[in-house]
């Protein structure tokens, strides 16, 4: 990932007031990680199962802080309990970005079954999702997820494409 999109990501969260964040490690995001966890303007959580972070994103917005959850597309098969439990029987929101691993160029097999189940996923689950595939526009993405998030009051999810995540597709 290039650091300019790793830039983005980082300036565009601390423009819209995320200060919560939460990750379960992904490779393609590796650098982003790094830099939450040197940036004292975040507090940052890694975790070891996605629905956990899920739910620490739920409960820093319960107590009036603005979360972000970072993590490989499988981690939305991987949390659905906690993703429906929370936000379909609590309304309890989480704002999630994450990288369309097995997108078309994506080069390891393993990921194929992650691209093709995460938008299906996402729409059993009702999680509007909005899909970067230009550096400039991830900014603007973040603005308008949590928009969205504050208007619906339900989960909402930035998928950043392989040309955003990857160099050498």
């Known amino acids: 990932m290039k650091d300019s999109v790793v830039n ?6 601390k423009e819209a007031g995320v200060k919560f964040v939460s990750f379960l490690p992904d490779g393609w995001f ?3 990680y790094f830099r939450f966890l040197e940036d004292p303007d975040f507090i940052t959580r890694p975790v070891s199962n996605e629905g956990v972070g899920v739910a620490l994103c739920c409960g820093a917005w319960l107590g009036g802080m603005k979360a ?4 490989e597309n499988t981690g939305v098969r991987m949390a659905c309990d906690q993703l429906a439990r929370l936000g379909m029987s609590v309304g309890l929101p989480c704002f999630m970005i994450i990288p369309y691993r097995g997108d ?3 080069k390891p097999t393993y990921a194929v079954a992650h691209g093709r189940t995460m938008l299906p ?9 909005l ?3 230009d550096e400039r526009s991830i900014r603007q993405g973040i603005r308008r997820c949590l928009t969205t998030l504050s208007a619906t ?3 909402v999810a930035l ?11």
């Open 8 to 13: 983005e990501v980082i300036d565009g969260l």
């Open 131 to 133: 899909m970067v595939r």
């Open 153 to 155: 009051n339900y989960h």
């Open 104 to 106: 078309i160029g994506d």
């Open 30 to 32: 590796k650098k982003i």
């Open 159 to 169: 998928i950043m494409g392989a040309e955003v995540c990857v160099e050498d597709l």
């Open 68 to 71: 972000v959850m970072l993590m």
């Open 121 to 129: 996923v996402l729409e059993a689950l009702q999680i509007p999702y």
